[in-house]
């Protein structure tokens, strides 16, 4: 694979840039690159040029510096680049020398830039910068005062309309009109190809013809209109006295809602008998009757859309439409969405007061008499020693099973 040859400018002249000064390769100026009245870009454009200063003596290996390579370095715009230019003119960093071509003095040529960093480390350079004033806001002022003398001698600026008449602008190369997006491309050969345009045009452009870009309506076949016919005339009457027969997409929620070539296909019968009626007088009726519908069409077509819960094709509200018999897909869904409450749980007492509780109930039983809700001192202190034994038992016994299940393992491991 062969390396790409750098970009050339098909024009008579390299572009060139000097510093002069004897100053070494790639030494630039500390108090201009450390300067903050002097934006990045500039900056940093500065120390690309010095890369490229004195090239009669040696080989960068970069090319030359033209507009387009700067610009691609730098990684802005050539607009941008030429605004960077103007910078560093009035902030006295270089002096772009602008020359036409040899061959035809009306065409522009590479560029001359000319560093004035040898003049400030001799001490020879002046600074025309205010103390307070950075130099982007000196060269925007420079740039405007350039297109105001522009317009008043009836020249051109880039990025502005020249003057002229209504009708008379042309476009650099040939282009054809984004119809889909004709933002944009905002062009007045944008029109609608059905109908001839209106009004004036400009002049030379040819008539065409493009595709519409609103959407229209297919048009039905004869089984089609009759099955939407026929849903039409089985529809409640509380809604179909509210809901316009010509209302846009009704004739396609319909043809979704049976499904005709599809699994879930139904009947003209069975979609009214098993989803629309059960809907209707489950939910819509009452809400019609009460006038807390906005919007019927919306609820037309939620009585006539699929429920997509259930994964049965032949399934509507909870009924197979084919043999009427409850869903069982349904009946599944449902069992495993049910909770499983848990068991209630008898409430138990804290180790001392159940044993508490104890001894009151058998001091009772040798008193022959009712227990009182509040214990005696003495009664808590006996449950309570008889508590702490009853544990210091337990661990006991542990002990000795934990100490008998160790001398078994040992004694196992050492037979092994």
Same mark, same amino acid.
């Given at each position: 694979?062969?390396?790409?040859?750098?970009?050339?400018?098909?024009?008579?002249?390299?572009?060139?840039?000097?510093?002069?000064?004897?100053?070494?390769?790639?030494?630039?100026?500390?108090?201009?690159?450390?300067?903050?009245?002097?934006?990045?870009?500039?900056?940093?454009?500065?120390?690309?040029?010095?890369?490229?200063?004195?090239?009669?003596?040696?080989?960068?290996?970069?090319?030359?510096?033209?507009?387009?390579?700067?610009?691609?370095?730098?990684?802005?715009?050539?607009?941008?680049?030429?605004?960077?230019?103007?910078?560093?003119?009035?902030?006295?960093?270089?002096?772009?020398?602008?020359?036409?071509?040899?061959?035809?003095?009306?065409?522009?040529?590479?560029?001359?830039?000319?560093?004035?960093?040898?003049?400030?480390?001799?001490?020879?350079?002046?600074?025309?910068?205010?103390?307070?004033?950075?130099?982007?806001?000196?060269?925007?002022?420079?740039?405007?005062?350039?297109?105001?003398?522009?317009?008043?001698?009836?020249?051109?600026?880039?990025?502005?309309?020249?003057?002229?008449?209504?009708?008379?602008?042309?476009?650099?190369?040939?282009?054809?009109?984004?119809?889909?997006?004709?933002?944009?491309?905002?062009?007045?050969?944008?029109? %609608?190809? /059905?109908?001839?345009?209106?009004?004036? =045009?400009? #002049?030379?452009?040819?008539?065409?013809? @493009? $595709?519409? &870009? +609103?959407?229209?309506?297919?048009?039905?076949?004869?089984?089609?209109?009759?099955?939407?016919?026929?849903?039409?005339?089985?529809?409640?009457?509380?809604?179909?006295?509210?809901?316009?027969?010509?209302?846009?997409?009704?004739?396609?929620?319909?043809?979704?809602?049976?499904?005709?070539?599809?699994?879930?296909?139904?009947?003209?019968?069975?979609?009214?008998?098993?989803?629309?009626?059960?809907?209707?007088?489950?939910?819509?009726?009452?809400?019609?009757?009460?006038?807390?519908?906005?919007?019927?069409?919306?609820?037309?077509?939620?009585?006539?859309?699929?429920?997509?819960?259930?994964?049965?094709?032949?399934?509507?509200?909870?009924?197979?439409?084919?043999?009427?018999?409850?869903?069982?897909?349904?009946?599944?869904?449902?069992? %495993?969405? /049910?909770?499983?409450?848990?068991?209630? =749980?008898? #409430?138990?007492?804290?180790?001392?007061? @159940? $044993?508490? &509780? +104890?001894?009151?109930?058998?001091?009772?039983?040798?008193?022959?008499?009712?227990?009182?809700?509040?214990?005696?001192?003495?009664?808590?202190?006996?449950?309570?020693?008889?508590?702490?034994?009853?544990?210091?038992?337990?661990?006991?016994?542990?002990?000795?099973?934990?100490?008998?299940?160790?001398?078994?393992?040992?004694?196992?491991?050492?037979?092994?």
């Amino acid at each position: 694979m062969t390396a790409r040859a750098p970009w050339r400018c098909p024009v008579a002249l390299d572009p060139e840039v000097r510093r002069g000064g004897g100053l070494p390769f790639g030494m630039v100026c500390s108090r201009w690159v450390c300067d903050p009245r002097y934006t990045a870009n500039a900056r940093t454009l500065y120390t690309i040029l010095v890369t490229y200063s004195d090239t009669h003596s040696r080989d960068t290996g970069r090319g030359k510096p033209y507009r387009r390579e700067l610009a691609a370095q730098l990684g802005v715009s050539l607009s941008t680049l030429d605004r960077v230019l103007t910078e560093m003119e009035v902030a006295g960093l270089a002096t772009v020398q602008r020359r036409t071509d040899p061959a035809n003095p009306k065409l522009n040529d590479a560029n001359l830039y000319v560093l004035h960093d040898a003049e400030a480390w001799n001490g020879t350079w002046t600074d025309p910068l205010p103390p307070d004033v950075t130099a982007a806001d000196v060269a925007k002022t420079v740039v405007e005062a350039r297109r105001a003398a522009k317009r008043e001698v009836g020249g051109g600026v880039k990025g502005e309309a020249t003057p002229g008449f209504i009708g008379e602008a042309r476009v650099a190369s040939p282009m054809k009109p984004n119809i889909y997006t004709p933002v944009q491309n905002p062009s007045r050969e944008v029109v %609608d190809g /059905r109908r001839p345009p209106t009004g004036s =045009r400009a #002049p030379g452009v040819a008539g065409g013809s @493009a $595709a519409s &870009r +609103k959407t229209t309506q297919r048009g039905l076949t004869r089984d089609e209109r009759r099955a939407v016919d026929e849903v039409w005339a089985l529809l409640p009457e509380g809604l179909v006295a509210v809901v316009p027969r010509e209302t846009r997409y009704l004739e396609e929620s319909i043809l979704e809602a049976l499904a005709l070539g599809r699994p879930e296909e139904r009947t003209v019968d069975q979609l009214v008998t098993h989803r629309v009626m059960p809907r209707w007088a489950k939910h819509w009726a009452a809400e019609f009757e009460a006038g807390r519908v906005a919007k019927p069409v919306g609820a037309l077509r939620a009585l006539l859309q699929r429920d997509p819960l259930c994964n049965d094709a032949r399934c509507d509200e909870h009924v197979e439409v084919d043999t009427g018999a409850p869903c069982r897909a349904c009946e599944r869904t449902r069992e %495993d969405r /049910r909770p499983v409450c848990p068991q209630p =749980r008898t #409430p138990t007492l804290p180790p001392v007061l @159940a $044993a508490v &509780r +104890k001894l009151t109930v058998e001091a009772a039983d040798q008193t022959d008499h009712v227990v009182a809700d509040a214990p005696s001192a003495d009664t808590v202190q006996r449950a309570r020693a008889a508590l702490r034994a009853g544990n210091e038992q337990r661990r006991t016994q542990d002990r000795r099973s934990y100490g008998q299940r160790t001398y078994l393992d040992t004694s196992t491991l050492r037979n092994s």
